[in-house]
Each structure stands twice: as C-alpha cells, then as structure tokens.
C-alpha cells in the first residue's frame, strides 16, 4: 500500500490503512469523520436505519481501541434498540438542501434590523455611541458566520434584536462538541479584537466615544463567555467538560441577586435559563454524553480550556483597566 502523511504532525505513516498517527493520536481520516457524523445526526431525526449505516462507515475510519470507535458503536446500539415510530417523520430535505440565507437575504436582514437597533439605542445613548455599539456586536456575530462557514454549517445571517444583541439560527447540529466550542468562540474572540481596536483608538487620541466603546466590547464578550447554554461560553465548556456548566448557572444566579438587589432587569437572565435547562439536564444524565458527539479526544479539550481561560483572563484584565480609565456606557 501507498503511504500516508498525518494531517496533523506531517508523519509520514507506514501504510494509508493506518487510522490513527503512531505520533500525535491524530485521526487520520478527521474530516471525512465529522462529515459523515453530522449527516448521521441529521438522518437520526428522520430515518435512524439511515443514520446507523452512516454511524458504521465511521466505525470502519476509526481504530478499535479508540474512544470515539466505542463512543459511535454505542450510538449503533441506542439506534437499534430504539423502538420503530409509529409514522415516520417528513424529513424537510437531504441535508445539501439545509442551507444559509442568500447573501442578499442575510444583507437586508442584517443590515434592517441594525438600523432599528440603532434607532432604538439612540433614545438612550448618543447616535455615535448606538451605532459604535451595534458594530461592535456586528464584529462578534462574524465570528461566528466565519467558522459557520469553515465547517459548512448552514445558517442564517444575524439579526439583531434591541437589548439582546444578536442572534444567529443554526440550522444544522454541529458534527461534534469541538465543532461547536470553535464556532462558539470564534464569536468572543472576533468581538474582542473589534474592542482591542477601539481601545487602540483610545490610547491614540484619548477619545472618551473610543474608551466607552472598548469597554463596551469587552463586557459583551466576556458576557458571551458565560457558561451556560446557549451562551458561547456554554458551547465552548460542552467540549471541555458539561458540568462547568453547573459553575455558569451559580454565576448567573448571583448576577440574578445582585440585579434584583440593584433594581435592574432580569428579563434576559431568565430566557438564557429556560433555553438552558433541558439540555443541561438532559446531558448531565448518567448516559447523556456517552455518544460520539462528546467522545472529541483528550488533547482537544485541554486546548479549548486554554483558551477560553486565557480569553477570559484577557476581557477581565482589559475591563479592570478601561473601567479605571473612567470607560463605561
């Protein structure tokens, strides 16, 4: 047999039946596997013999000893001691047909509800403040629309929503929770970089509109690293271990006492809850992550952790430092 190179490290392997690098642990065959994972989970939804024959393509690029090989076959088995439905569900269309808004309707939807949040933001701030703030959440969702489209998950443009910021419809499941923790940060990292150029702004011309807006940004992306679902931070703590999310909801019952005691709205704290609960709840069960969708590896957790730590060290030294300067909205 021809020999193959590991994607990951460049070793050259003995043969291309290898399955896993000798080296780094790397699986070979990576992206043909979150391929055919996210079109079985797909398939589950609607015909699960479909979805099991997909789950044993995945079962023949993957070493037997491996996690995710035990993680998948146990799929196999949950799927097949499933009872039949009784009518099976209308699947709305093979999976290419799932697919993002046309950039003409994603432009129109994007850009008309900026305007209105804007409109609505100028009541409060000045129009300068409104529109900085609005660009600034703009920079976090392309964040998000870029990984969408690196791993073509199909979804919709932003839309923006006066005082919830803005939100992005998946309309496909992540192939597995490491996709879902980088398309989850890749929100917060973006939205930072924004923050960091108005800070630039700032320490160049000591404009007050650059302070407030950086601080700004900073605030609304360490917010986004809550952990708790569907908050980025809840993502990005799915691939690193769920139980962080038990930390995120006593972080968010203390914000919801510290705001009820200050007189502020809870309104959004309590939306973030009853999203969060049900999958909280349901993957904290003894069985709720033996699937392969959480079966990601050990080296991709501990670089996930990483850098989720390091950005939110980051946002907390940045907001400590522009709130002194006097930044604030």
């Known amino acids: 047999m021809s020999a193959a190179v590991c994607p990951r490290c460049g070793r050259l392997l003995a043969s291309d039946a290898e399955l896993a690098c000798p080296s780094c642990g790397a699986l070979i065959h990576g992206a043909e596997l979150e391929k055919l994972s996210a079109e079985a989970r797909?398939?589950?939804?609607?015909?699960p013999a479909v979805a099991i024959q997909l789950w044993e393509q995945c079962l023949q690029l993957l070493p037997p000893s491996s996690r995710q090989y035990a993680a998948v076959a146990g799929e196999i088995e949950r799927?097949?001691?499933?009872?039949?439905?009784?009518?099976?569900?209308q699947e709305p269309g093979a999976l290419p047909t799932v697919v993002?808004?046309?950039?003409?309707?994603?432009?129109?939807?994007?850009g008309v509800s900026m305007v209105i949040s804007i409109a609505v933001y100028r009541y409060i701030w000045n129009w300068q403040t409104a529109a900085g703030i609005v660009v600034l959440i703009l920079?976090?969702?392309?964040?998000?629309?870029?990984?969408?489209?690196?791993y073509g998950l199909p979804a919709s443009a932003p839309l923006f929503i006066p005082f919830l910021g803005a939100v992005i419809n998946l309309r496909k499941m992540p192939p597995n929770a490491k996709v879902e923790a980088i398309v989850g940060i890749a929100g917060p990292i973006a939205g930072t970089?924004?923050?960091?150029?108005?800070?630039?702004?700032?320490?160049?011309?000591?404009?007050?509109?650059?302070?407030?807006?950086?601080?700004?940004?900073?605030m609304n992306n360490l917010f986004n690293l809550l952990p708790v679902p569907?908050?980025?931070?809840?993502?990005?703590?799915?691939?690193?271990?769920?139980?962080i999310w038990i930390l995120g909801l006593a972080g968010m019952g203390l914000?919801?006492?510290?705001?009820?005691?200050?007189?502020?709205?809870?309104?959004?704290?309590?939306?973030?809850?009853?999203?969060?609960?049900?999958?909280?709840?349901?993957?904290?069960?003894?069985?709720?992550?033996?699937?392969?969708?959480?079966?990601?590896?050990r080296v991709a957790p501990v670089v996930i952790g990483a850098a989720y730590l390091s950005l939110l060290g980051l946002l907390i030294c940045l907001i400590i430092y522009t709130g002194l300067r006097g930044g604030g909205i």
């Open 100 to 110: 993002s808004d046309s950039w003409q309707k994603g432009i129109v939807k994007t």
């Open 139 to 150: 920079v976090h969702e392309m964040g998000h629309v870029v990984a969408n489209l690196v």
């Open 193 to 218: 970089l924004g923050a960091l150029v108005c800070f630039g702004w700032f320490l160049t011309t000591h404009s007050q509109l650059a302070l407030n807006l950086a601080w700004f940004g900073f």
């Open 79 to 89: 799927l097949r001691e499933m009872p039949a439905p009784a009518a099976q569900s």
């Open 42 to 47: 797909w398939k589950e939804q609607y015909d």
């Open 255 to 297: 914000l919801i006492v510290v705001d009820i005691q200050a007189g502020q709205n809870v309104s959004i704290f309590v939306i973030i809850l009853v999203v969060a609960l049900p999958r909280i709840v349901q993957t904290l069960k003894p069985k709720g992550r033996s699937g392969p969708y959480y079966a990601i590896g």
């Open 230 to 243: 569907p908050m980025d931070g809840g993502r990005v703590a799915a691939a690193i271990s769920p139980w």
